[in-house]
């Protein structure tokens, strides 16, 4: 089962990132009200990009990898420019 680091626009304009394995149902949670505490209040949201992982553990660690980047470089992350790396 493949697992994703996703990445949402909120209608705030802040980012939400997270991780699933079943994006549509997850992004559907999260316009519906029922996803994190933190999309409720800033609906809708947009999904901006996702980057696949081969199982829960992988996409959990990438998942704190991205949060821990600035605002600036959180989409540059799904690129996979090698230079992150050297920023996380």
Avoid at 28 to 36: F, P, R, V
Avoid at 40 to 65: G, I, M, N, Y
Wanted: aromatic share 8%.
């Amino acid at each position: 089962m493949t697992w994703l680091v996703y990445l949402l626009e909120c209608s705030d304009g802040t980012f939400y990132a997270g991780i699933t394995n079943r994006l549509e149902h997850r992004l559907a949670a999260h316009n519906s009200g029922e996803g994190a505490r933190y999309t409720r209040s800033r609906r809708p949201v947009v999904l901006l990009a996702t980057q696949p992982h081969p199982d829960r553990s992988e996409a959990s660690k990438a998942e704190a990898r991205l949060k821990k980047l600035p605002r600036t470089l959180k989409l540059a992350f799904f690129t996979g420019d090698p230079d992150l790396d050297n920023l996380i």
